[in-house]
């Protein structure tokens, strides 16, 4: 269990993804370009053998912004999208209609 306090420090956003591409020499890896509305970020995600790179550019997902980044495969990912795991399938959390990029999630 964590208290409200400690949720609270999350910072989740909306995001937009403007590119995608593989990562050379990884199986299940992504880089995306992900505008949050007034900067960009790279984040690395562990989905591509759920999502083709091409799929991606231009949907919304929900991204944790305020997680240290971390280095994969020689990139430093700058944030996390969230995904649901369904029978071990990565599933993109996003919303239901449009929403603008960098929209706080309360």
């Not at 937009?16 to 995600?45: C, H, P, S, T």
Request: aromatic share 6%.
């Amino acid at each position: 269990m964590v208290s409200f306090e400690e949720f609270k420090k999350l910072d989740l956003r909306i995001g937009k993804i403007m590119e995608a591409e593989r990562v050379e020499g990884a199986e299940k890896l992504l880089k995306l370009k992900v505008d949050l509305g007034n900067e960009f970020r790279q984040i690395v995600a562990g989905i591509a053998q759920f999502y083709k790179a091409e799929d991606l550019v231009g949907k919304e997902i929900v991204v944790v912004v305020n997680l240290e980044p971390r280095v994969l495969f020689g990139l430093e990912s700058q944030g996390m999208l969230l995904a649901a795991d369904v029978e071990g399938r990565a599933v993109i959390l996003k919303p239901d209609e449009e929403v603008p990029a960098g929209t706080k999630i309360k």
